[in-house]
């Protein structure tokens, strides 16, 4: 396959990596100081069975790529803006897009048929804080997109250079939750590249299932500066997250869709990760924008439409914005 990581961080050079290794003809979007050391001397990745380093097409503008059969979207959804227009010499008809994004997509409600999916006038519904104008889902046809959850643990350890923790676990399925032969493909490339792959016929749930982790200890690592196992062995700030994950999985369902574990069983996972830096914490340290609207926003502003209260979570989204602004480049 030829195959575009637009992104080639953590997650994203993982996946590249992992996809040369396997024999695809990979290109990477990246920048500044990890594009050159791509460059210069490909990517690494550090996992605890093994390392694998691979050479690899490399640029900072998508269009000198040309067509491809997939491109996966690694970065993060506030930098969605000016890059989804950029994608659209690299796709053909049969080309899948496959946003590897945190938190609720902007193509959530694309052929969804939930109780929130419609707006009043009878059109495909948005999420204001994500798409309000519509802009991204102009810029991008959805029929290439497939829905994807990645479960994880990576970080960019110095230029070109990832540790990860060995687990390359995928979710896929359509966002219409029919099967089709294109997801029974993708998940065939993505298994023979080292991945454990999952073909879902309710993404949704999927994305609910992860969002319910991320939503309470990434914005609680990134608000304390404290790892996962260090939250986990704080009762306190696991009672917060007890509570926030109480209001998520109320949302869950007021959006039609089924919560896969409680909230014990959430937690539970939690603690199995170790002492990792959650990709939130990972951005405040590097004095990164944050994921505020993917991870909060959307879920408080679901949660509202849906008469759900969500003081909690409503209360976080109010701090991990303010951390967000504070963190913002300065005129």
Request: neutral net charge.
């Amino acid at each position: 396959m030829k195959v575009v990581i637009v992104g080639a961080g953590a997650i994203g050079g993982a996946l590249a990596v992992k996809l040369a290794c396997a024999g695809h003809e990979v290109g990477v979007v990246a920048r500044g100081a990890q594009l050159d050391a791509i460059r210069r001397d490909g990517l690494t990745l550090l996992d605890p069975r093994q390392r694998l380093a691979a050479r690899v097409d490399a640029s900072d503008a998508p269009e000198t790529f040309g067509v491809q059969d997939l491109v996966v979207l690694g970065v993060k959804a506030h930098q969605l803006g000016p890059l989804l227009p950029r994608l659209r010499g690299l796709l053909q008809p049969h080309s899948v897009v496959l946003p590897m994004l945190n938190g609720i997509p902007w193509w959530y409600f694309h052929g969804d048929d939930g109780p929130l999916a419609r707006a009043p006038d009878g059109s495909v519904a948005r999420i204001a804080c994500l798409d309000g104008d519509g802009a991204l889902a102009a810029a991008l046809d959805a029929r290439h997109i497939v829905g994807c959850v990645v479960h994880a643990a990576a970080e960019v350890v110095a230029p070109g250079v990832i540790r990860a923790n060995g687990q390359y676990r995928y979710i896929v399925g359509e966002p219409t939750q029919r099967a089709s032969a294109r997801v029974d493909a993708l998940a065939a490339t993505l298994r023979e590249a080292g991945g454990e792959v999952e073909v879902s016929a309710r993404i949704r749930d999927a994305i609910w299932m992860k969002l319910i982790g991320n939503a309470s200890f990434n914005v609680i690592a990134a608000l304390t500066r404290t790892r996962m196992d260090q939250i986990c062995a704080n009762p306190e700030l696991l009672e917060l997250v007890r509570g926030v994950m109480h209001e998520l999985i109320a949302v869950t369902r007021a959006c039609g869709c089924t919560p896969l574990v409680d909230v014990e069983q959430r937690i539970a996972i939690a603690r199995g990760v170790g002492a990792i830096k959650p990709s939130t914490l990972q951005d405040v340290e590097r004095g990164r924008r944050l994921e505020v609207q993917a991870l909060l926003g959307a879920p408080v502003e679901l949660g509202r439409r849906a008469g759900v209260d969500m003081p909690l979570s409503s209360a976080l989204l109010a701090l991990l914005a303010e951390l967000d602004r504070r963190l913002a480049p300065q005129p």
